[in-house]
């Protein structure tokens, strides 16, 4: 295990279950992360993750991650995450990431021909594992707070004939504990209107009425006139309107963000397959933490959690098992933060 630590970024190259070992408790702000999804891709290692002979070892050996990540996160923490499911006898798991060593090109952990992934399942069943994995951190503790659905207009193509093209993944929220940090704020996207009036422009006249003054787009003062009263109505306490409140200011052109959210996937020229877009995350690390928290991906990947924490002012560690992704997701990130010639 070694580190390219660059102070307020690191990256530690090994397994995630020895690298949290090490960190401090409570260390951590917020976590977003997408482990390899179950049974789906060799990525040329004998201590990966993915590869279990059933979805329930999967779901076990993850559990174990997040009771590490657990430890690591502060008690008002927050952790999201990515996962997608996979079908038994799906054989997409036979390609390999582009990065394997010709002994690993020549002897893949998945073997060709294989079959079934499980004989605990029927073939070509959905597996759910998602929300198995998501329903065993919520008994091992965590809080499961939400699943957000990532829509993605530009899915992959699939050959299938007998069902829907996926076009979806999951994103949880899950918390340490029942309250934690949460900029709500930093959580809101545009409002869409819902009424003619929020849909027409300025100087729209319905037929027999006068020209509305066009959508509310920028924040605006709502003042009830009239209905601020010292006095108690008839039957009634003391009104709550005091003579002395002050009108709301109130961003109608904003909302809370939805639980769907259409976040197109982005070609990345490094050769890491599975990359969620920055647009993804930038949302999470946005609510869940503050300039100055720390981030941390304990499946680094091609470092697209670091970058955006970067990016925003927060601190970032990461891990990755296998060295080759560690080295895009270092030149990916010292490239945007410090040039293209930092490396030479």
Known sequence: MNVRDYGHWAIHVGDCRDVLA????????AVVTSPPYFGLRDYGHEQQIGLEKTPAEYVAGLVLVFDAVRRVLADDGVLWLNLGDSYNGYMANQRGTGLETKRQQARKYIEPGAGLRTDTMKNKDLMGIPWRVAFALQAAGWYLRQDIIWHKPNPMPESVRDRCTKAHEYLF????????????????????????????????????????????????????????????????????????????????????????????????????????????????????????????????????????????????????????????????????????????
């Not at 090490?22 to 702000?29: D, I």
């Not at 930093?186 to 009424?195: H, P, S």
């Not at 809370?256 to 982005?266: E, G, I, K, L, P």
């Open 173 to 344: 929220l899950l918390t340490k504990n029942e309250r934690y940090y949460w900029d709500a704020e930093a959580m809101q996207e545009r409002a869409v209107g819902q009424t003619l009036h929020d849909l027409t422009g300025p100087g729209y006249a319905a037929p027999g009425q006068a020209p509305n003054t066009g959508n509310r787009s920028k924040r605006d003062s709502f003042k009830r006139n009239g209905s601020k009263r010292a006095e108690a109505m008839l039957g009634q306490s003391q009104g709550t309107h005091r003579p002395d409140r002050e009108e709301s200011d109130y961003d109608v052109g904003m909302r809370n963000r939805r639980s769907v959210w259409t976040v197109a996937t982005r070609p990345f020229k490094g050769a890491h397959f599975a990359t969620y877009p920055e647009q993804l995350i930038e949302p999470c690390v946005a609510a869940s933490t503050r300039p100055g928290d720390l981030v941390l991906d304990p499946f680094g990947g091609a470092g697209t959690t670091g970058l955006v924490a970067l990016k925003q002012g927060r601190r970032a560690v990461m891990c990755e098992l296998n060295p080759a992704y560690a080295d895009i997701a270092e030149r990916r990130i010292a490239t945007a933060l410090y040039g293209e010639g930092f490396f030479g």
């Open 22 to 29: 090490t960190m401090p408790a409570a260390s951590v702000q």
